[in-house]
């Protein structure tokens, strides 16, 4: 039986199951990439940890100032490749300027589409930056799209990513959705970190073909009693709360967004819950290059032996 938790909802029974490879129907093209991904860098063992550096053009110079060392790609290609991270996620312009020196021991995730931080999240759009064929001439193992949900601007976001989904159907590439709620609506309704927000983003990149879904963690407050029902009532602690997400994403694989840096207790503790709720893997930015080397390197270190504990055999 769940056990009550601390804020009064109930807490996630541990290590509740994530997908199997062998139950998503994937085309061999897309199961032999992901599998590389998932068993043959990084922590293994059916889990990924991807280091992303897309920061530069969704926000601009300022997430580098923490650490100016981490202005220079070449540090997180570093740190990618000394930390064995199953991936990097970039746009092409750093992969062709950068991946040469780390193509074959690095695996790339190419972020197809984005936007910078300048135009408010109103109307929230991404256009695309790049194609799945760059991909395939970059040795990419995994494409990835932005998704706003909720935006205005989704009709064509939908239609957008449906060309990007077939040509890596076509092309055997698996797709990595970054699934994001924005707009007025969203707002309006509880907020993009609502467990509402975020439980329909997950469905919806679900819905629209999905192989990998990143997502944030849903974040309790005062604003979601303006969220629909039953979610203006749900009483879940953070664990429960991210388990529904899961389990909303069905058959598509679950990496958790780490967001803004949080203290190392916190970010371990994150991890052991998104993993017991059946996340398939962290994507950590800013929570690890935002560090010196040295440091983001010890805390690899901590989180593959995390890792290790929830390895599985390829199935």
């Not at 092309?171 to 959705?177: D, F, K, Q, S």
């Amino acid at each position: 039986m769940p056990s009550p938790s601390a804020t009064g909802g109930t807490s996630v029974p541990h290590r509740f199951a994530r997908p199997s490879l062998s139950s998503l129907g994937l085309s061999p093209g897309k199961r032999t990439r992901l599998k590389r991904l998932l068993y043959e860098h990084g922590p293994g063992g059916g889990t990924l940890l991807v280091l992303p550096i897309d920061q530069g053009l969704e926000h601009g110079p300022v997430d580098f100032f923490a650490n100016p060392d981490s202005l220079d790609p070449a540090y997180q290609f570093a740190l990618a490749h000394e930390g064995r991270f199953s991936a990097i996620a970039l746009h092409i312009g750093l992969a062709e300027k950068y991946f040469h020196a780390y193509a074959g021991d690095v695996p790339l995730i190419l972020k197809l589409n984005g936007k910078t931080g300048i135009p408010p999240d109103a109307e929230a759009f991404s256009a695309l930056t790049g194609t799945v064929e760059d991909a395939v001439r970059l040795g990419a193992d995994a494409v990835g799209y932005t998704l706003y949900v909720g935006s205005p601007s989704q009709d064509r976001d939908f239609a957008q990513f449906v060309e990007v989904r077939s040509e890596a159907k076509r092309l055997g590439m698996p797709v990595v959705v970054w699934a994001y709620p924005r707009g007025e609506a969203i707002a309006k309704k509880g907020g993009r970190e609502s467990l509402y927000a975020i439980d329909y983003a997950a469905r919806v990149a679900l819905e629209l073909g999905a192989d990998v879904v990143k997502l944030n963690y849903p974040v309790r407050g005062e604003k979601d009693r303006d969220s629909p029902p039953p979610y203006n009532t749900l009483e879940l602690d953070a664990g429960a709360a991210f388990r529904k997400v899961v389990e909303s994403a069905g058959r598509a694989l679950v990496l958790v967004s780490g967001g803004e840096r949080i203290s190392d207790p916190e970010l371990l503790q994150k991890v052991r819950m998104s993993l017991d709720a059946g996340a398939t893997g962290i994507i950590f930015g800013r929570n690890m290059w935002q560090r010196p080397k040295a440091d983001a390197l010890r805390l690899t270190r901590e989180l593959h032996a995390i890792f290790r504990e929830y390895a599985a055999a390829p199935s």
